[in-house]
């Protein structure tokens, strides 16, 4: 039988995904081509937003239709638990983020009932998916889950609750994990944790189960240290942090591990100190900048890039203007921009949803447009400088260039030549001759 996984949402469902494709493989299910071509389909659903939760439920709809042996795993199934299939009652299984491993299982039980069987798992916060350090073989880049689950609770986010308490893996697994990617030729590895500089602070739901690491805090600039040691490996990058862990002993590794990118993504969501408060994201305004700054006098090249919300419950005129100038002070690289909306559960769920849609349009497209301003500036100090770019492949929007980044996570083209090889994963010095707000363009030396 043949399978697709269809994959919504961020980095960490990509990765789940990626671990079951693997799981299914070693099962002896073959991955299809296409949907059309899959007799299971398999859909990774997201819940941070209402219109990704939709997506998901839409597509399986259509795979049901389609007569596919259809199940879906992630966050909006542990959200929606046994409601899933009030809304989809044709759909064979469902299975929380936590138990992704079960699906190969699931599978074999449905395909040999003849489709009668049907379950769902409710998945609590003391299982560790079985399959975590599985991988899809080929490739030279590949994402390792270091931390699992998010015990923050900003108020308007619903991941603690749909993906649990944290756990931080030990630290001699996902080292061999890195090690068996090394030796089937990966290059870069991106450690993933929803708030990844807390990793082996606190493992609330495994007393006794902890990293190897005698000092907690100290755990995640270690586990740095120890992945840049691995033979094969060239670039080590995480994702996403917070201020409280631009510690000194990060910047120390920093300085002295060149295999570690020099880029943070580093989540702001406002400048305003109310909304901050009201968030609970744990910092102040000035303590977020003060991180940067920290960043920055380090290497004034280092690339920060940011999340921030928009229209959140309450948010004023002066708050917004208020995250206008933090933007502008921090001058990120990149910014993501979302337009605020209210996920069930969450504290934020409760207040007045009070900022027109229309005006969080407008704010929308402010920061937008500020942040290709400030992007275009960025990149222009970088014309005359070489960047050690990790070629990717051919350009999406113009084949006959190539495309890579360098190490501050920033995306390089140049033109290729016809009889000029190059390989994906192999890294290339690029001249930079030309800034636009998100790229840079530039051609190979020697």
Not at 213 to 237: K, W
Not at 246 to 260: F, I, M, N, Q, S
Not at 368 to 393: F, H, I, K, P, S
Request: proline share 4%.
């Amino acid at each position: 039988m043949k399978f697709i996984v269809h994959t919504y949402g961020c980095q960490m469902n990509v990765r789940d995904s990626e671990a079951v494709e693997a799981l299914m493989t070693a099962a002896g299910y073959e991955k299809a081509e296409s949907e059309s071509d899959a007799d299971i389909v398999i859909i990774n659903s997201c819940t941070v937003r209402q219109k990704a939760e939709e997506k998901a439920v839409g597509k399986a709809g259509n795979m049901i239709a389609a007569k596919k042996l259809t199940g879906m795993m992630g966050c909006a199934v542990k959200r929606m638990g046994a409601d899933i299939f009030r809304r989809l009652p044709k759909l064979d299984f469902a299975v929380g983020p936590r138990a992704f491993g079960l699906i190969p299982k699931i599978v074999g039980e449905i395909a040999a009932s003849g489709g009668k069987a049907k379950r769902i798992l409710e998945i609590g916060d003391d299982i560790v998916p079985s399959g975590m350090s599985e991988h899809v073989a080929g490739g030279w880049q590949a994402f390792v889950t270091v931390l699992l689950g998010c015990d923050n609770r900003c108020s308007y986010c619903i991941v603690p609750e749909v993906r649990g308490h944290e756990f931080s893996r030990p630290a001699k697994e996902v080292v061999a994990e890195v090690e068996a990617l090394a030796r089937r030729g990966v290059k870069e590895v991106c450690l993933l944790g929803q708030s990844v500089l807390r990793y082996g602070i606190r493992n609330a739901a495994w007393d006794g189960d902890e990293t190897d690491f005698s000092s907690r805090h100290s755990a995640f600039p270690r586990l740095l240290r120890a992945l840049s040691e691995i033979d094969g490996i060239e670039r080590v990058r995480f994702t996403s942090a917070h201020p409280r862990g631009c510690t000194d002993e990060l910047l120390a590794v920093y300085r002295d591990c060149p295999k570690v990118c020099r880029h943070i993504h580093l989540p702001v969501q406002s400048g305003s100190d109310r909304v901050l408060k009201e968030m609970g994201r744990g910092y102040t305004r000035g303590e977020y900048l003060a991180a940067v700054a920290k960043l920055r006098a380090f290497d004034p090249e280092f690339a920060v890039t940011t999340d921030v919300i928009v229209g959140y419950p309450g948010e004023t005129e002066d708050d917004f203007e208020a995250t206008r100038s933090l933007m502008e002070e921090a001058g990120f690289d990149n910014s993501f921009v979302f337009k605020y909306s209210p996920r069930p559960g969450t504290r934020s769920a409760a207040l007045p949803d009070d900022v027109a849609t229309e005006e969080k349009e407008r704010r929308d497209q402010v920061l937008l447009a500020d942040q290709e301003a400030r992007g275009l500036r960025r990149n222009a100090a970088l014309v005359g400088t070489v960047r050690e770019v990790m070629v990717e492949g051919p350009s999406k929007r113009n084949p006959d260039r190539m495309s890579g980044r360098d190490g501050g996570n920033r995306i390089v083209v140049w033109d290729a030549p016809a009889g000029t090889k190059f390989e994906a994963g192999e890294k290339r010095r690029i001249m930079i001759e030309e800034a636009h707000a998100q790229i840079l363009v530039g051609k190979p030396v020697e």
